[in-house]
């Protein structure tokens, strides 16, 4: 019973959860950007260029290397990775935001300073 008690603190710590929550949001997020990519992208890509990159392939010595795919997927990662770097960006500016100490309150002035400061109200009312 110890072990299951164990792995349920485990699972339920917040870290565990927030990461849970990332790897779903970031597998939808990864077929809304393979979908944008490969129906969107390619295509308009595709016609500017004068043919469609999921048919490209090359045969080596009997084997079909479809480069054209590869192409595709790596269009696919580096809009994601855009997009983790903006969301990384994002967070870091915020979290600076956050750790920036609040502007200090200007120093009491010094009894000299104060002496002076009724001094020169003294001249000025004469």
């Known amino acids: 019973m110890g072990f299951f008690k164990e792995f349920k603190?485990?699972?339920m710590q917040g870290n565990v959860m927030d990461m849970a929550v990332g790897v779903i949001i970031g597998g939808a997020f990864g077929k809304?950007?393979?979908?944008?990519?490969?129906d969107?992208?390619?295509p308009l890509i595709g016609t500017?260029?004068?043919t469609d990159f999921a048919e490209l392939s090359a045969e080596i010595n009997g084997a079909t290397v479809k480069y054209?795919?590869?192409i595709q997927n790596v269009?696919?990662?580096?809009i994601v990775a855009f997009c983790i770097f903006l969301m990384v960006k994002g967070i870091n500016?915020?979290?600076r935001k956050k750790e920036e100490p609040a502007p200090e309150a200007p120093a009491e002035p010094s009894a000299?300073?104060?002496?002076l400061g009724e001094i020169r109200d003294l001249l000025k009312a004469k």
């Open 48 to 50: 500017l260029v004068g």
């Open 75 to 78: 269009v696919d990662f580096l």
């Open 68 to 70: 054209g795919l590869f």
């Open 9 to 11: 603190e485990f699972a």
């Open 32 to 38: 809304i950007v393979t979908s944008v990519v490969d």
């Open 112 to 115: 000299e300073e104060k002496l």
């Open 40 to 42: 969107i992208l390619m």
């Open 93 to 95: 500016k915020l979290s």
